[in-house]
Each structure stands twice: as C-alpha cells, then as structure tokens.
C-alpha cells in the first residue's frame, strides 16, 4: 500500500515543485513507483520543471470529473519509467471536485504506486484543504525568513484542521554563508516556531534554477549535494 505525501507551504516560491519533482525523481531511481499530482489549481508547473510539458493531454481536473481514467491523465517521465506526472487543470472553473473525490483518486492510486507525491497550492486556502483530503503526510517546505515560517505555521495548522496529522518540514534554499551574518533565523528560532519536527535541509544552489528550466531535476545530474540532501530526505520518507 503506497502512501500520499504533500508538499504544502503558506508563502508562494519557496520550493514546493522544485521540492516534489526532485524527490519524485530520488524515490524512482530507487526503483519505486511514484506518481507526482500537481494540485496546484489553476497554476501548473511541475509539467515545465520535469520537461514533459509537450505531452499532456488530460488532467487531474478531467480526473476528478470522470472525463478519463487516472491512468489516461498521467505523463511518464522520459527518465525513469516508474515515474509520472498528473498535472493540474489550467482552468480553475473547471475544478469543482470534492474531498471525498479527491480521497477516492488519492485511494485508488495508493494500490498501484509506492509514493503518491502531492504538489500542493501556496496559501491557507481551500484549495490547500482539498489537497490534503486523504493524505498520509503534509511536509511544509519553508525557507529561513521570518515571514516565510509565520505562513509555514498557518498553513500547517490548516492542515490539522483539514485532518492531517502525520507533518514535517522541510528547510528549503538554505545558505550557509547568509546565516553565519546572524541575521536569519537560525535552526532553533524554526524549531520554536515549527510545531512538526524537521525532516530535512536543501541548499541554496543557482544551479537548481537553471536545471528547473531545462526541464531537468537537478538530482539527475549525479554528484552534487543537493541529490545528497534528497537522498537524506528520501531515507527518512522511506523510513516514516
Ligand atoms: N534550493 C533552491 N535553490 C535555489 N533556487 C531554488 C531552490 N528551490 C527552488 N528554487 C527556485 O525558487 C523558485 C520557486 O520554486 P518553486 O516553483 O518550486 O516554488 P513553489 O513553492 O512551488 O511556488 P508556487 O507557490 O508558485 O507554487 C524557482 O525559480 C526555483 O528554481
Ligand atoms: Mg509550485
């Protein structure tokens, strides 16, 4: 039986694709079966980051909706072929699903993959909720500013209200040189404002951006740390 993770955040731009489509690729090269849901209504990225925007046809809106079947609306990867990519619908009217629908897909799809990697909306919103009907674990990805962790703290909350217990955050763009100034929050201010424990750093690395707009993750460019820190975080997923 696989498991439904989600990436959540309150601030926008803080990683949460990049995040998904990065752990999504570490999770196949294992060997896993993993479908990455962008739930990002209105708003699809992950597509672009994974390079696999020429191919979609149906989404998770048609899915919703019983216009196709799961499988009809996923993209596999050109690089592991247990990995695929639902991408969210472009039209936001046209998403009208409700929490049990969206358990249901979560469900079904649970039988047939080890890690359903759920691309969630930036905000406290009902989006967010929706995102989270069924899930297994929320991980708020955060970068190290203070409004940044205030909105990681709301958003986490509304995913207690939303009935998902099981978190984690995750420390996103983290640079070590900008945190020696004193200036940033440091580990222990986030573990005073972050009620879930840490699950994981990723660095700070211009390279991310420009491997983004190849629409390649960066951990399929072998050795450099940020495949280690994804490693890292994929041992602890693995182990939850
Ligand atoms: N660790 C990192 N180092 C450097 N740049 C990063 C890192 N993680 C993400 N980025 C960059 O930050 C930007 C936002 O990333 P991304 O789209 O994943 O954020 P998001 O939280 O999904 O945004 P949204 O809230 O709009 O969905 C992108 O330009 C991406 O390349
Ligand atoms: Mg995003």
Redesign the pocket.
């Known amino acids: 039986m696989g498991k439904v993770i989600l990436s959540a955040?309150g601030k926008?731009?803080?990683?949460?694709?990049?995040?998904t489509a990065n752990l999504g690729a570490t999770l196949a090269e294992r060997g896993l079966k993993i479908v990455m849901i962008d739930m990002?209504v209105g708003?699809r990225?992950l597509d672009i980051?994974m390079g696999l925007e020429n191919k979609v046809i149906y989404d998770v809106a048609d899915v919703l909706s019983g216009v196709c079947r799961p499988g009809k609306a996923m993209v596999r990867d050109k690089r592991f072929p247990s990995l695929y990519v639902m991408p969210a619908t472009q039209k936001k009217e046209k998403f009208d699903a409700s929490h049990s629908d969206v358990a249901r897909l979560y469900a079904g799809l649970k039988e047939n993959y080890d890690f359903i990697l759920v691309?969630g909306?930036?905000g406290v919103t009902k989006e967010l909720s929706l995102a989270a009907a069924g899930a297994d674990l929320g991980l708020i990805?955060t970068t190290l500013e203070y409004v940044s962790l205030r909105d990681a703290d709301m958003a986490d909350s509304l995913l207690v209200e939303s009935g998902l217990r099981k978190r984690a955050y995750v420390l996103?763009?983290v640079d070590r040189a900008l945190l020696r100034t004193g200036i940033l929050p440091t580990f222990e201010d986030v573990s005073f404002i972050m009620k879930p424990p840490l699950l994981g750093i990723?660095?700070?690395?211009?390279n991310?951006?420009l491997s983004?707009n190849c629409g390649i993750p960066i951990v399929c460019q072998k050795g450099n740390y940020?495949e280690e820190n994804f490693n890292r975080i994929a041992d602890r997923i693995i182990g939850y």
Request: proline share 4%; no cysteine; net charge neutral.
């Open positions: 955040s926008g731009g803080v990683g949460k694709s990049i995040f990002n708003l990225n980051y691309d909306p930036a990805i996103n763009k990723i660095q700070n690395d211009v991310i951006h983004a940020i």
